[in-house]
Structures are given as structure tokens and as C-alpha cells.
């Protein structure tokens, strides 16, 4: 059983940047891919990004290419992500969720999940 906490969320202004934090633990969480998703009012669950156990590899949404970044630190048990040049609609409650996959693209091949953290982006 793995459990996971995200923090870092808040409110931002157009432009702005916050780095998001998972903090995983449990039964071998080092060894899980990681990913974030987001989650808009009305709206579903969408993958922004994720990384492998070892960090070597990594994948990104269309939407949040070259603006998010996603990292880890095993040592800490900390996966993060920054966000940056935020906009509007990046306004959603951002999870972090753990898979034993290795390429893990969708919501259904994780197998926990944090309980998000909210970010906010307002003019």
C-alpha cells in the first residue's frame, strides 16, 4: 500500500510559477512511476505528466509541453512539479498518482492517488 501527498498548490497570476510537491511512501514507492493529472470543474481527470522509477524517462501532455517539469528525488521520496508560465485554464485540482507500469498514459493504470493539491491562475 503506497500513499501519497501532494502540497504546493496556490494562487498564481498569469505568467506565474509554483513547484508541486508528492511525497510518496509505503512498500517500495521508490520503484513506481509517478504521474500528475489535473482535474477542472466540469471537466475530466487528464494526465499532465509522469516519471519513471529511475527518473531516466519522462512524458509530457500537448497542453503543458515546455512549460511543466516534472522531477523526482528518491532520496527524499519527493516527486515534483514545477509549473510555470501558468495560464487560466491550467486552474485545476492537481493529484499525483503511483503505477507499477513503466509507460502509464492513463487514469485506470494507477493504482494510488494522492488527494490533490489546488492551483489557481487568476488576472
Known amino acids: 500500500q503506497l500513499q501519497l501527498v501532494e502540497s504546493g498548490g496556490g494562487l498564481v497570476q498569469p505568467g506565474g510559477s509554483l513547484r508541486l510537491s508528492c511525497v510518496h511512501s509505503?512498500?517500495?514507492?521508490?520503484?513506481?512511476?509517478i504521474g500528475w493529472f489535473r482535474q477542472a470543474p466540469g471537466r475530466e481527470r487528464e494526465a499532465v505528466a509522469y516519471?519513471?522509477?529511475?527518473?531516466?524517462?519522462?512524458w509530457y501532455a500537448d497542453s503543458v509541453e515546455g512549460r511543466f517539469t516534472i522531477s523526482r528525488d528518491n532520496a527524499k521520496d519527493t516527486v515534483y512539479l514545477r509549473v510555470s508560465s501558468l495560464k487560466p485554464e491550467d486552474t485545476a485540482v492537481y493529484y499525483c498518482?503511483?503505477?507499477?507500469?513503466?509507460?502509464?498514459?492513463?487514469?485506470?493504470?494507477?493504482?494510488?492517488w494522492g488527494r490533490g493539491t489546488q492551483v489557481t491562475v487568476f488576472s
Open positions: 509505503g512498500s517500495s514507492s521508490e520503484y513506481y512511476t
Open positions: 498518482a503511483a503505477s507499477i507500469m513503466r509507460h502509464p498514459y492513463s487514469s485506470r493504470e494507477y493504482d494510488f
Open positions: 516519471i519513471s522509477s529511475s527518473g531516466d524517462n519522462t
